[in-house]
T-cell receptor, first 116, second 115 residues
Framework: AQKITQTQPGMFVQEKEAVTLDCTYD???????LFWYKQPSSGEMIFLIY??????QNATEGRYSLNFQKARKSANLVISASQLGDSAMYFC?????????????FGGGTRLMVKP | SAVISQKPSRDICQRGTSLTIQCQVD?????MFWYRQQPGQSLTLIAT?????????ESGFVIDKFPISRPNLTFSTLTVSNMSPEDSSIYLC????????????FGEGSRLTVL
């Protein structure tokens, strides 16, 4: 079974509007972390936001917020006031803390395209 | 945050040749990770490189094809051996940043095209 699922291969959003990118995950580990990364066409991976499984509040970082619904095992990324520079691939990832290797498992990604 | 430099940033290679990718980190780190991203795909972990021990490879990746060196706590290399067009990918070096949220920081990636 996929550990991280991103069901939207591509999304369009109008500039200045908000957009939600979906991410669901599967784990039996009670302690885990969820991450979102942005990958522009240049190929670099840019860390955006983190949510810990025990965090009581939804994470926010500037225009990025994470809609964490633990019971539903979802960690959707919300980008407010979209900008043209937000056009990129977005990857959701998870680290399970029983994983001694500390590696991240990535979802398939969502390509976001911001329309002017 | 960690600063990670990768070389080369991109290369075009001939089938059957090998290429070594270098990864330099500006601080000492215990674990370094090598990921592969095939065209249009997500990231897949190749191996974890610890200083002073052999790398730990994920299922589907073997040392003969992807030998890794980790001579010290700030440097690692990944070699892609006997390349074929299926090896055309972005290869990314990453480190685990404990001072932050525990996120992985990535190098700029090495984009390889095999003809």
């Amino acid at each position: 079974a996929q550990k991280i699922t991103q069901t939207q291969p591509g999304m369009f959003v109008q500039e200045k509007e908000a957009v939600t990118l979906d991410c669901t995950y599967d784990t039996s580990d009670p302690s885990y972390g969820l991450f979102w990364y942005k990958q522009p066409s240049s190929g670099e991976m840019i860390f955006l936001i983190y949510q810990g499984s025990y965090d009581q509040q939804n994470a926010t970082e500037g225009r990025y917020s994470l809609n964490f619904q633990k019971a539903r095992k979802s960690a959707n990324l919300v980008i407010s006031a979209s900008q043209l520079g937000d056009s990129a691939m977005y990857f959701c990832a998870m680290r399970e803390n029983n994983n001694a290797g500390n590696m991240l498992t990535f979802g398939g990604g969502t390509r976001l395209m911001v329309k002017p | 945050s960690a600063v990670i430099s990768q070389k080369p940033s991109r290369d075009i290679c001939q089938r059957g040749t090998s290429l070594t990718i270098q990864c330099q980190v500006d601080s000492q780190v215990t674990m370094m990770f090598w990921y592969r991203q095939q065209p249009g795909q997500s990231l897949t972990l190749i191996a974890t490189a610890n200083q002073g021990s052999e790398a730990t490879y994920e299922s589907g990746f073997v040392i003969d094809k992807f030998p890794i060196s980790r001579p010290n706590l700030t440097f690692s290399t990944l070699t892609v051996s006997n390349m074929s067009p299926e090896d055309s990918s972005i290869y990314l070096c990453s480190v685990y940043w404990r001072k932050g949220a525990g996120e992985l920081f990535f190098g700029e990636g090495s984009r390889l095209t095999v003809l």
